[in-house]
């Protein structure tokens, strides 16, 4: 049970509602059973996984050793106004990322250790949601 409850809340932050407004909304998304509603009305996760929307991975220009930034706003806007024009509604993405023992401090990383975390990071994330 507590793993389900933990899967489920993980899912909650990981998921991006891209048509909603800064903060204006009716309902809390709750959970019944095995549903999830907002309000009365069944919430239904069909659309895209953007797994590097607040990290990205896949940054390695000729002249750098680090494959790690952070995504810049135009970035957000643009994978979520895709999502959006083909009629998706929630994007997915992963848990803020952690640093290992021994790797290099150039990379990016959410969390940098145990109550240390990299606040420009946590800002991007904050821009995503």
């Not at 806007?77 to 929630?90: F, N, P, T, Y």
Request: glycine letters at 4%; hydrophobic letters at 40%.
């Amino acid at each position: 049970m507590r793993k389900t409850y933990f899967s489920i809340v993980l899912l909650f932050v990981s998921l991006i509602l891209v048509n909603c407004t800064s903060s204006n909304f009716d309902n809390f998304v709750t959970r019944k059973a095995d549903k999830v509603y907002d309000g009365e009305m069944e919430v239904r996760f069909l659309s895209f996984n953007i797994p590097n929307l607040h990290y990205n991975e896949d940054y390695l220009p000729f002249e750098s050793v680090n494959p790690w930034r952070l995504p810049d706003e135009f970035e957000i806007r643009d994978a979520l106004k895709a999502i959006k024009q083909i009629g998706g509604k929630v994007a997915r993405i992963y848990v803020p990322s952690l640093r290992k023992n021994g790797e290099p401090k150039e990379f990016v990383r959410h969390i940098e250790a145990p109550g240390k975390f990299n606040e420009d990071a946590f800002r991007v994330l904050d821009k995503v949601m």
